[in-house]
């Protein structure tokens, strides 16, 4: 099975702020890997897709980078509605397998 | 516009079973692969299986020999049977349809296995 490390697992941010989120893959994954965002009692949505295509409606200030082993989620200036915990997914070979999660929080 | 709805969970003791479904607008279930994917009450979220366009499947360890998944063409619908349940079963259930990953979720449904 491939392993999705992620991290950080938390992180405090301020609105405006530039994040950052890295996925690890344990083997070459090509660009098969999606980030996902979830609110609280709320279903996962997709954000990005193919590693660095935005998935539609999404705004642009969310963007994706990376191929074969290293993934990274930016948001370029944090907004409160982006507070929330974000999951990079790969979708190389079954199992799908989804990265620990990261919880961006409010500085 | 695509829609999935989850349904069929509920509170079930060890060692039972259930089956949950997900019903579908917008697509037909049949001309893409679907997926469900689980969380546990506080953790991450973790697959669980898969039903490819021409209905072949795939299982996390995890579930496999426990859990089968299908689809009714007819009534456009996705079901998961889960049997011989456990208190690790206990979680949110979602199901999605997959388009270079899981994309579109359904708003999920709970799942507690106790005694």
């Known amino acids: 099975d491939i392993q999705m490390t992620q991290s950080p697992s938390s992180l405090s941010a301020s609105v405006g702020d530039r994040v950052t989120i890295t996925c690890r893959a344990s083997?070459?994954?090509?660009?098969?890997l999606g980030w996902y965002q979830q609110k609280p009692g709320k279903a996962p949505q997709r954000l990005i897709y193919?590693?660095?295509s935005l998935q539609s409606g999404v705004p642009s200030r969310f963007s994706g980078s990376g191929s074969g082993t290293e993934f990274t989620l930016t948001i370029s200036s944090l907004q409160p509605e982006d507070f929330a915990t974000y999951y990079c997914?790969?979708?190389?070979?079954?199992?799908?397998?989804f990265g620990g999660g990261t919880k961006v929080e409010i500085k | 516009e695509v829609q999935l709805v989850e349904s069929g969970g509920g509170l079930i003791q060890p060692g039972g079973s259930l089956r949950l479904s997900c019903a579908a607008s917008?697509?037909?279930?049949?001309?893409?692969?679907m997926s469900w994917v689980r969380q546990a009450p506080g953790k991450g979220l973790e697959w669980v299986s898969v039903?490819?366009?021409?209905?072949?499947?795939y299982y996390a360890d995890s579930v496999k020999g426990r859990f089968t998944i299908s689809r009714d063409n007819s009534q456009n619908i996705l079901y998961l049977q889960m049997n011989s349940l456990r208190v690790e079963d206990t979680a949110v259930y979602y199901c999605?349809?997959?388009?270079?990953?899981?994309?579109?979720w359904g708003q999920g449904t709970l799942v507690t296995v106790s005694s």
């Open positions: 999605a349809r997959d388009s270079s990953g899981p994309a579109t």
């Open positions: 917008g697509f037909t279930v049949s001309s893409t692969y």
């Open positions: 039903i490819y366009k021409g209905g072949g499947t």
């Open positions: 083997q070459g994954i090509s660009n098969d």
């Open positions: 193919a590693a660095s």
């Open positions: 997914l790969q979708h190389n070979s079954y199992p799908l397998t």
